[in-house]
């Protein structure tokens, strides 16, 4: 069995080695844990605490882990989101015609395109690269 050192990498620490530093850790065993659920919410790291917090006793450490990784969701969906209005709005301006004309172009309403240019609705996938491709052709 490996044994793990808490100068590597977390992505390289034993599952064993994770639980310990979650059961008999402080808060500086926890940083690095924590830093690497805020480089990649939905990786490996995160997932394996997701899944040894599901069988674990909950407490207060239990609920700031599941907390850490909620949050650190929360902000790179929000990011995301942000990145697309982002580009809905380049792609519009882009465009160089009006917002109803270039709804009317995708195939929506102006209502509907107000709503993906503030951030209140996302549109799917297959939008937003209409959405990209339309102001491209325009």
């Not at 990649?40 to 995160?46: D, H, I």
């Not at 909950?58 to 599941?66: I, N, R």
């Not at 465009?95 to 993906?116: D, P």
């Amino acid at each position: 069995m490996r044994h793990a050192d808490p100068a590597d990498d977390v992505e390289t620490w034993p599952y064993e080695a994770l639980v310990t530093a979650i059961d008999r850790g402080l808060v500086p065993d926890w940083q690095p844990v924590f830093a690497e659920i805020r480089r990649s919410p939905w990786g490996p790291v995160a997932r394996r605490v997701e899944r040894y917090l599901g069988y674990r006793d909950p407490d207060g450490v239990s609920t700031l882990f599941t907390s850490a990784i909620d949050r650190a969701r929360k902000e790179i969906e929000s990011t995301d989101r942000a990145e697309v209005v982002a580009r809905v709005q380049a792609a519009v301006a882009r465009a160089g015609v009006t917002k109803a004309e270039f709804a009317a172009s995708i195939g929506t309403s102006a209502s509907r395109l107000s709503t993906y240019l503030s951030g209140k609705v996302t549109p799917s996938a297959a939008l937003l690269m209409r959405i990209e491709r339309t102001a491209n052709s325009m």
